[in-house]
């Protein structure tokens, strides 16, 4: 007899396992579906990078379950500090000591071992990897995907949370809106001399911004910082193959000596930079969430956080409806979904990618009027509210998931 669930998800990173956790603790169950190996992803050095959880992101890992796990790992972000290059006009987004923290700080690694770690123990989630999908199937009854061995998984919704390749969101012929910014993010683990102090920096240079994130200490002591240097592409090979020392020689020189001396935690990597957002993000008996459905640029460090209201909208909507004795997968559940996404996900896409092509691109924005823009900011405390609210998360109509 098949293992008929309710949902399909396909894609097992932090969107696609965060969506199987959120959906279990309402009482629903899904086959999570992913071609790479766990043991890969959470393995020492794979993957450098580090996200911003919000507070609203935070509100739905505490909800479900996660936050005694990852509470020890996390850095509260205190300040955000915006800069031309260390020049005068500097902004300080900094929250009043009731407002709490402006987020928290985690490597990727660490959210995926203890996502991973809970769906173990969830019976809820059936969870394939590493596993081919060789033949994906939506109908009027249900949905399937056949993976490499034969086995075909049936449910009543399929999910696409695989990324920005999506090829279950390519094969659903839904489009893109999208386009190339031809610039590469280069990633990096940093120790350094002095304590951050949970001060985030965004430093604006003409070839492109430099992001400074911070890290909890590691076991013996030493202080860490996440970095995200956006280049233009045809600088990063030249930077990706310098020899380790002239390399941190580079980032020294943008740091302008801010943290003392620094040293290398572990690989750089890097990824290129573009834009894309799908405005059908559902189909039949198909739902898209996260990068799948809409892929932006870092600069304000918001990607992860946009999947996360993506889950937490889903599943909301999937709880209201199967309580009304409806099945995941009812067209007009899928259309509530798709409307409380829209103007959220655009309003969030669009602001990034300007502020991507006022500060990130160079030629954009002359470096004497962004100063006089930052200066503006600091002085309106109306506008310097807002844009903290946002980088909490907790602006517009949050499922219940997401709020305290």
């Known amino acids: 007899m098949a293992d008929k669930r309710d949902l399909l998800i396909l894609g097992g990173g932090l969107v696609g396992m965060t969506l199987a956790l959120a959906a279990a603790k309402k009482g629903i169950s899904s086959h999570v ?3 790479a190996d766990p043991a890969e992803l959470t393995a020492e050095g794979f993957d450098g990078r580090a996200s911003a959880i919000s507070t609203a992101s935070w509100n739905l890992f505490t909800n479900i379950g996660l936050a005694g796990a990852l509470e020890p790992l996390g850095c509260a ?16 987004f900094e929250p009043a000591p009731e407002d709490g923290s402006l987020g928290l700080m985690y490597r990727n690694r660490d959210l995926r071992l203890a996502l991973f770690q809970a769906a173990r123990e969830e ?6 990897a590493p596993v081919q999908v060789t033949k994906r199937e939506r109908g009027a009854h249900g949905v399937s995907a056949t993976l490499g061995d034969g086995t075909v998984l049936e449910a009543s919704l399929m999910v696409a949370a695989e990324g920005r390749r999506s090829p279950t969101r390519e094969e659903a012929g839904l489009n893109l809106a999208q386009w190339n910014y031809h610039h590469r993010a280069i990633i990096a683990g940093l120790f350094h001399e002095k304590p951050h102090e949970g001060v985030a920096w965004e430093i604006f240079y003409p070839a492109g911004p430099f992001a400074l994130l911070p890290l909890p200490d590691d076991e013996q002591g030493r202080h860490r910082s996440a970095m995200v240097w956006s280049v233009n592409e045809k600088d990063a090979p030249g930077l990706l193959a310098l020899p380790e020392k002239a390399f941190l020689g580079e980032v020294m020189g943008k740091m302008h000596g801010v943290y003392g001396a620094i040293s290398a935690d572990g690989p750089r990597s890097s990824y290129p930079l573009g834009f894309q957002h799908t405005a059908q993000i559902v189909g039949e008996r198909l739902a898209l969430v996260g990068d799948a459905a809409h892929g932006i640029h870092p600069i304000a460090g918001q990607g992860l956080n946009l999947g996360l209201r993506d889950v937490g909208a889903l599943v909301e909507v999937l709880v209201e409806g199967m309580r009304l004795g409806l099945e995941p997968g009812e067209a007009h559940m899928l259309a509530r979904y798709e409307r409380w996404r829209a103007l ?5 896409a669009f602001a990034c990618d ?19 823009g930052m200066a503006a900011v600091q002085r ?12 909490r998360g907790m602006s517009g109509d949050l499922p219940e998931l997401l709020k305290a």
């Open 77 to 92: 972000i205190t300040n955000i500090a915006v800069t031309d290059g260390m020049k005068p006009g500097r902004i300080d």
């Open 354 to 372: 300007s502020l991507t092509r006022l500060f990130g691109i160079p030629g954009k924005l002359p470096s004497l009027a962004r100063r006089i």
């Open 123 to 128: 019976n809820l989630i059936a969870w394939h």
């Open 33 to 35: 579906v992913d071609r």
């Open 344 to 348: 959220d996900a655009l309003s969030v």
């Open 380 to 391: 309106t405390p109306p506008l310097k509210r807002f844009f903290m609210d946002e980088a």
